[in-house]
């Protein structure tokens, strides 16, 4: 792409610290220097456990009770689950390559606390399906959410009712991704 640089993390902060001097902090600039430094978390976790980020026990050892299910997985990365609002994310990864950071945490709680199946399989389809992979980010979050990362407070599980009255209260996102042709089609 003309004109396109790649940025360092740094070089991000300083063009934000630049920003907010000039125009003063808001909620965005907030936000996007704090989830910079989850990336940078995730980066130099990886950087100090190296392939243990990819260990079904982890990094902190646990055994997560999670087990290989061929049927449930396939559902899941098929956008066919009982959950109308996973299926939408799931659609809406497969059609664009892409998910929010909400919809990437749903469907994984969904997988691990739902489904049950061990999430490195979880993280593997994200890794072949998202525009932005990238190892640390990816398997760190897996991780973290499954509790088998540096996290104390164990698993994470999303009440998935919840989060759609929330997120989706009108039901938009699940209308337009409730097909998985729905995008190229419509
Ligand atoms: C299960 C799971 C898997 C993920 N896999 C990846 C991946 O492969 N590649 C990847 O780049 N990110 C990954 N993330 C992090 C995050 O979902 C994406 O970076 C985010 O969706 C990008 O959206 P955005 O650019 O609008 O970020 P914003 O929310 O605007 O945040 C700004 C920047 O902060 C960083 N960031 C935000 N949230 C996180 C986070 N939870 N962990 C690490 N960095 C974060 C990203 O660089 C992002 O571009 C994953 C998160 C989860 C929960």
Known sequence: MAGARLCIPRQIVAELQDYEAQYGANDSTYWLYFELLWREYFQWLHYRYGNRLYLLRGIRNQDPLLSKNPKALAGWCEGKTAAPFVNAFMHQLRNTGWMS????????????????????????????????YDPASNWGNWQYLTGVGTDPRGRREFNIGKQQREYDPAGAFVGKYSHRHAQRTS
């Open 101 to 132: 950071n909400r919809g990437r945490q749903i469907v994984a709680s969904y997988l691990i606390n739902q489904l049950g199946v061990d999430w490195r399989d979880g993280a593997a389809w994200f890794e072949a399906q998202l525009i932005d």
